[in-house]
């Protein structure tokens, strides 16, 4: 009976994914300093050095790095991105008004 050591292989490796578990995490976003916190304005933009386009300029746009607040200013270097079709407008990140309140406008394609 050499097929037991085959169908043994064949059932582990068919219940594997019955045995990884689910992982959920939890993203908690700030787009304001919290109360009683007051974001400081940030830092100078940092100096970084464009690499050559990974294709044609047409199909590919550098979006460069900003301060991004996140309980405290971290810097989010730039890079290349595909856009997402011809004519695409990227309009960076920035501070903007949500009702009565500041609020941080994460960059997009426009």
């Known amino acids: 009976m050499k097929t037991f050591p085959l169908f043994r292989t064949v059932l582990v490796a068919a219940c594997l994914p019955l045995l990884a578990g689910c992982v959920t995490r939890e993203v908690v976003y700030?787009?304001?300093?919290v109360a009683g916190e007051e974001a400081?304005?940030?830092p100078p933009p940092q100096t970084e050095i464009v690499t050559v386009?990974?294709?044609p300029l047409a199909v590919w746009f550098w979006t460069p790095g900003c301060w991004e607040w996140r309980g405290?200013?971290?810097w989010?270097?730039?890079h290349w991105m595909?856009?997402?079709h011809p004519g695409a407008i990227w309009v960076g990140?920035?501070?903007g008004w949500r009702g009565h309140h500041r609020v941080w406008v994460g960059g997009g394609w426009r």
């Open 76 to 78: 989010a270097g730039g």
């Open 72 to 74: 405290h200013w971290i």
């Open 40 to 42: 400081p304005a940030p």
């Open 93 to 95: 990140p920035h501070w």
């Open 30 to 33: 700030r787009d304001r300093p």
């Open 53 to 55: 386009a990974p294709g």
């Open 82 to 84: 595909h856009r997402p």
